[in-house]
């Protein structure tokens, strides 16, 4: 065995960033803090001692940039983001900003120089938490983020633009920002998998083939209140009841197809009362899957059973569209080599979708991506018992630095 340096390495890091929070209890670090202040120059600062030339872009974002064998070689960035949800864990983001910093380090320790650069990159606006939208450092490195998302305001009025500057970045900067396609070679960001599949198939990592795309309904079932007491049975309109029925639809619909998820994550019956019928009843349905194609034919089916429903019943239904993102496609030289390299360091990877959102889909306008899971305990992530083991940290080192050796666009 190898005494698991690296994995040590990286458990240690990941250790000390975490004690960068904006709150004395737990780990809350939002984008442009003065915690995200404080994570951001020691990571500055742990760079420098790897030998990496450090800048901070216009959003904030931390680049770390190692050249290859020659000078202003084109760079594959690896990476991910530093910022946390509230009550976060130690391991969403700063995982994979870490593990490249770490395999960095190793390659600088002992002079290796790799055909073309790297660039680790520390984005700082993944979660969402601080401001309406979200992925500004991602956009604004692949030149998709418009000045306008800068605009944006927080709870207390403090816009983004305001924000960086306090921060130390310039958002004047915005344009300049930007990487060009012939600068980037590729995208790879290491993550907790925030799902129970690699733990239920006892492999350490796993290479994601896509990222779902969602799609986020809003449902109103329409009935008629009435008096619980009064109303007989088969003279009621009762919404809520036909708004079971539904939910068991949606799930039994994403059930039979493969790779689809679909969820009702909220649901409300107005007006409410225990002895009056629910006349109104609305809820949401959140429906993901790795092509665009299938959860399309899924949303299809599960509106087709939404409006029979309504109809057998005699109620009115309408469903509104909230949200949809596309699919992203993981590149298929990047998810082969991962794959080799995971092999030649002992573990077969499972391939699997993300359904989670990921820097990884915005920095797909700019070049190709591909994504490395790491095992974490129960599938727990958003929370302080998110946990990965040394031994699984270790791992996805030595797949990391694998890859970065044998990698050819
Ligand atoms: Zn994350």
């Known amino acids: ?12 890091r990941l250790a000390a960033l975490a004690c ?41 974002s931390l680049i770390g940039r190692y050249e290859g064998v020659a000078a202003a070689a084109p760079a594959l960035l690896v990476g991910s983001h530093i910022d946390t949800v509230r009550q976060a864990g130690k391991y969403d983001g700063a995982l994979g900003v870490l593990a490249a910093l770490t395999a960095v380090e190793a390659l600088s320790k002992s002079g290796e120089r790799l055909p073309f650069a790297i660039e680790v990159v520390a984005f700082g606006d993944e979660e969402g938490v601080r401001f309406p939208s979200t992925l500004r450092g991602s956009r604004a490195l692949a030149g998709t983020l418009d000045a306008s998302a800068l ?34 070679l590729g995208y790879v960001e290491v993550h907790i998998e925030q799902g129970p599949v690699l733990e239920r198939a006892s492999r350490p990592v796993g290479v994601v083939t896509a990222i779902n795309g969602a799609r986020r309904l809003g449902v109103v079932v329409q009935g008629t209140a009435g008096h619980s007491g009064t109303s007989p049975m088969a003279m009621r ?25 679909a969820t009702v994550g909220s649901i409300e019956a107005r007006p409410g009362a225990v002895n009056v019928i629910p006349g109104e009843t609305r809820f949401t349905i959140d429906a993901r899957a790795p092509s665009d194609e299938a959860r399309d034919a899924v949303v299809g089916r599960i509106e087709n059973a939404i409006d029979g429903i309504a109809a057998r019943r005699g109620l009115a239904v309408t469903i509104t569209q909230a949200h949809r993102a596309p699919a992203t496609a993981c590149d298929a030289n990047l998810i082969a080599r991962l794959d080799a390299a ?43 018992a998110e946990a990965i083991t040394i031994e699984d940290a270790d791992a996805a080192m030595r797949v990391l630095l694998n890859f970065l050796r044998t990698y050819k666009p």
Do not use: N
């Open 151 to 184: 605009d944006e305001r927080d709870p207390e009025g403090i816009s983004v633009r305001e924000a960086l500057v306090a921060f130390g970045a310039d958002p004047a900067k915005l344009r300049a920002s930007a990487m060009t396609r012939e600068g980037v």
């Open 20 to 60: 960068f929070s904006d709150e004395a209890e737990g780990l809350t670090r939002l984008y442009l803090s003065p915690s995200h202040k404080r994570a951001a120059d020691a990571l500055a600062g742990w760079m420098q001692e790897a030998g990496l030339d450090v800048r901070l872009d216009a959003v904030g």
């Open 1 to 12: 065995m190898s005494g698991l340096t690296l994995g040590r390495r990286l458990m240690d």
């Open 342 to 384: 995971a092999r030649a360091a002992g573990h077969e990877p499972v391939h699997l979708p993300s359904g989670a959102g990921h820097d990884a889909m915005a920095m797909a306008a700019l070049c190709p991506v591909a994504m490395l899971f790491v095992r974490c305990a129960g599938g727990i992530s958003h929370h302080p």
């Open 237 to 261: 309109r009762d919404s809520l009841a036909a708004a079971a029925e539904m939910v068991l639809a949606v799930e039994r619909i994403a059930y039979q197809t493969g790779d689809v998820v």
